[in-house]
C-alpha cells in the first residue's frame, strides 16, 4: 500500500527556516528533558504512507499514533518494537528514545528506525538512513536522532522495521530470584524484579513457551497478570526506591517519578554540545530542551 502526496513538503514549509519551532505529538511525556517555551509547535505528517509485509518495514507520518499503526500492522500479523503512553506518536517515541518494555526481544527502539525524512534548522528537507534492513549509508544519523529530543531535525516521516506479532505471550511471576529466571529461559522478552518477586514475559512458538512455562513453574512461578509500572523512571544504581521495579538486563528502573539527569562524563557533554552547535546553529529547534536532562 502507498500514497503519494505532499505531505512532508507541506510540513517542511510549516517548519520554515526561522524563529524558534518544535513539533507537537500526543504530548504525552511533553515535560521530558524540559519545555520548549516560546518555540512555534507544528505538526507532523499523520498516516500509513507505505507498508511493505515482504519486506518487513512500514513508511509512516511521525504524527502518527503509536495505536493507530500497531492496528494496521497486526492485519498484517507484524509490530514495531516501540511503545509509550496512550495518545503518543511515533515521532514522539522515537524522539524520547525509549526503548520497549520488551526490548530483551525486540530489540532497542534505534534498531526500529530505518530511515527519517526530516527538515532541519536552515529549514531544508534532507533523509537520514535508507529503506532496507541493510543499507550502507555513511554516518548512520538515524541513531542521532532517536533520544535527541528533536534539537537536531525534526522528524516528518519514517521508515521503520517491523517483526512477526509472536503466535504465543505469557506472564509469570513468583518470588524467585531473577539470575534463576534468566538461565532457565530462552530470550525472554522482558524480565522485572521488585525486590522480592521477579516477573517474566515469555513470548514465541506455542511449544516453545509451554515448554518454558513447564520449567518456571518447578521453580515457583505460576501465571499473572502484566505489572502496572510506575510512570517514573530512573538508573540502577544497586537499590531500589521504594515502589521501584527494576527492568533486569536494562539498568532501567520505573519508579514513582523521574530521577534526576543521567551522570555523563564531561567529554559526552561537549561532545553532544558540538552535535548541536553543528545541525543548529541558531537554537532554533525545541529551545530549552535537554537530551541530558532526563533518565534514559
Not at 531544508?124 to 548512520?140: E, S
Amino acid at each position: 500500500m502507498t500514497v503519494g502526496d505532499g505531505r512532508m513538503e507541506a510540513f517542511r514549509s510549516e517548519v520554515g527556516d526561522s524563529g524558534a519551532v518544535c513539533v507537537r505529538g500526543g504530548a504525552t511525556r511533553w515535560g521530558v528533558g524540559g519545555g520548549s517555551a516560546g518555540a512555534r509547535e507544528v505538526s507532523a505528517p499523520v498516516g500509513i504512507m507505505a507498508l511493505e509485509p515482504a519486506e518487513m518495514t512500514v513508511m509512516v507520518g511521525a504524527g502518527t499514533t503509536l495505536t493507530e499503526l500497531a492496528g494496521e500492522l497486526a492485519v498484517h500479523g507484524l509490530e514495531v518494537g516501540m511503545d509509550g503512553p496512550q495518545g503518543s506518536t511515533v515521532g514522539g517515541a522515537l524522539a524520547v528514545g525509549r526503548s520497549a518494555l520488551r526490548r530483551r526481544r525486540v530489540g532497542q527502539i534505534a534498531d526500529v528506525l530505518l530511515q527519517a525524512d526530516c527538515v532541519g534548522a536552515d529549514g531544508v528537507a534532507f533523509t537520514a538512513g535508507g529503506p532496507t534492513v541493510k543499507n550502507v549509508t555513511g554516518y548512520d544519523l538515524c541513531r542521532l536522532l532517536v533520544g535527541s529530543l528533536g534539537t537536531l531535525a525534526l522528524v516528518g516521516r519514517v521508515i521503520l522495521r517491523t517483526r512477526p506479532v509472536p503466535v504465543c505471550s505469557v506472564w509469570l511471576a513468583g518470588e524467585v530470584e531473577p539470575d534463576l529466571v534468566l538461565e532457565a529461559t530462552y530470550r525472554p522478552a522482558s524480565v522485572l524484579w521488585d525486590g522480592a518477586r521477579t516477573s517474566v514475559l515469555l513470548e514465541g512458538h506455542g511449544a516453545d513457551v509451554d515448554q518454558m512455562v513447564e520449567t518456571l513453574a518447578r521453580l515457583g512461578l505460576a501465571a499473572a497478570e502484566p505489572p502496572v509500572l510506575a510512570p517514573g523512571r530512573g538508573r540502577w544504581s544497586g537499590l531500589l526506591p521504594d515502589g521501584g521495579v527494576l527492568e533486569v538486563g536494562a539498568g532501567v528502573v520505573h519508579q514513582p517519578d523521574d530521577s534526576g539527569p543521567p551522570i555523563v562524563s564531561e567529554g559526552v557533554l561537549n561532545l553532544a554540545a558540538r552535535m548541536r552547535a553543528s545541525f543548529d546553529p541558531s537554537g532554533r529547534l525545541n529551545p530549552g530542551r535537554d537530551p541530558y536532562s532526563r533518565a534514559a
